[in-house]
């Protein structure tokens, strides 16, 4: 019974979940900055190279 009560009040396991989860939030975060920044630049790379043409 004693290990129930100490496996049920051990929290190590949900820590690394949150860790992960948080993880995986900054990640999707950065993907969709760099995803909104690509597009802007290669517009503006788009223009410029058709203004030097």
């Known amino acids: 019974?004693?290990?129930i009560l100490r496996?049920?009040?051990n929290e190590s396991g949900a820590t690394a979940?949150?860790?992960g989860l948080i993880a995986a939030g900054?990640?999707?975060a950065i993907i969709a900055?760099?995803?909104g920044l690509?597009?802007?630049l290669?517009?503006?790379f788009s223009s410029i190279s058709t203004q030097l043409k």
């Open 1 to 3: 019974m004693s290990n």
């Open 33 to 35: 900055v760099v995803n």
């Open 38 to 40: 690509g597009t802007q």
């Open 26 to 28: 900054i990640s999707i």
């Open 17 to 19: 979940i949150e860790y």
């Open 7 to 9: 496996l049920l009040r």
């Open 42 to 44: 290669n517009t503006s």
